[in-house]
């Protein structure tokens, strides 16, 4: 459950862990970012009354939801279309693995390393773990991310379980995430990872569209299909490992299928589907984190069911628009018809 406002600011005041090679100029460009969306929120909050947006925490939150929206869908209507929507659930447990790591070399070597650095690290070599298994072994894609999933998940109970250095972990905030655990940090973690995951689509995106629909077509075309492939996956693990701060491992895959799901029943093309998902992440994430915040439960957890019921609306909406369509072809054709 998300702990109260009040016994929570101590521990989302904090900047949390150093961030190791996100330290002067950039860092302060995107300290200054987060400081002036913190402001916005402040005197958004002063001015309706609004409770949830005097705190710190809820800022940082709202603005790692708000970008994770974004990235998520950007990423899952590739997966979608290539029938990967399961990658997220490899590259999450693997992520876990990742902030296991790190959690364990702090406790042991005593230093600060980010946690959430170290899972962007490990869920990127599992991320090419998958797709070298795939080329090496001629594995079907669900065996190499069923292989990395179990072997990620397993090294990071592992070394839990070692509790060597008095290595203490709060277990649910990564499960299931947690909105307070969001620190200053962590939200310049996730800004970074959002400017490369944008920026890489944006510049490859012709090339993805084209391995996405077509890969024999692409191969022919002369383009190196394994490469963008890796491409993919790369971004892929970049984007759960920043969900996996207010989804949790558990949940983070959702983000990735089911907006995009509730997309495909409305749109006609890549295009609309593309922007239409990240729309209904975006509802899900702040009505989620709103209703997450006013009932204290779990973050994740209820932005997932505000996702699916989205989902849910979408279909209903597709079916009734599919109907009216039949209707008015019906009504043209025998408009059409020439009298007896």
């Known amino acids: 459950m998300t702990p109260s406002p009040s016994s929570t600011l101590s521990i989302a005041s904090g900047d949390g862990f150093a961030v190791p090679g996100v330290t002067g100029v950039p860092s302060d460009a995107l300290g200054w970012i987060i400081d002036r969306w913190s402001d916005l929120l402040s005197s958004v909050g002063d001015a309706a009354g609004i409770e949830m947006l005097q705190y710190g925490f809820m800022h940082r939150a709202f603005l790692v939801g708000i970008l994770i929206a974004v990235m998520a869908p950007l990423i899952g209507t590739f997966l979608v279309h290539r029938q990967l929507a399961l990658i997220g659930d490899a590259l999450a447990h693997t992520a876990f693995a990742g902030v296991a790591v790190g959690l364990f070399v702090n406790a042991v070597l005593d230093v600060g390393v980010s946690p959430y650095l170290t899972a962007v690290v490990v869920a990127m070599i599992a991320a090419l773990a998958i797709e070298l298994i795939s080329e090496v072994t001629d594995a079907y894609n669900d065996v190499s991310m069923a292989i990395v999933l179990s072997t990620g998940f397993a090294l990071g109970a592992v070394l839990i379980s070692l509790n060597a250095g008095g290595l203490a972990v709060g277990i649910n905030q990564y499960l299931f995430g947690n909105l307070a655990t969001v620190s200053r940090s962590n939200a310049t973690i996730l800004i970074g990872l959002f400017v490369i995951v944008t920026l890489v689509v944006v510049t490859t995106y012709k090339q993805l569209l084209y391995v996405t629909f077509d890969e024999t077509a692409a191969r022919v075309a002369g383009l190196n299909v394994p490469w ?90 597709g079916k009734i628009q599919s109907s009216r369509a039949t209707e008015d072809t019906i009504d043209a054709t025998a408009e059409e018809r020439p009298a007896d």
């Open 228 to 317: 963008y492939n890796r491409v993919m996956t790369m971004i892929t693990a970049m984007v759960v490992v920043g969900a996996m701060q207010i989804m949790g491992v558990i949940l983070v895959a959702a983000m990735l299928v089911v907006p995009v799901a509730g997309a495909a029943q409305l749109a006609r093309s890549f295009r609309e589907a593309l922007l239409a998902s990240i729309i209904l992440a975006e509802l899900a994430v702040l009505v989620g984190i709103t209703l997450s915040f006013q009932y204290e439960t779990t973050a994740g957890g209820t932005i997932v069911l505000v996702a699916v019921a989205l989902y849910i609306g979408a279909v209903m909406l």
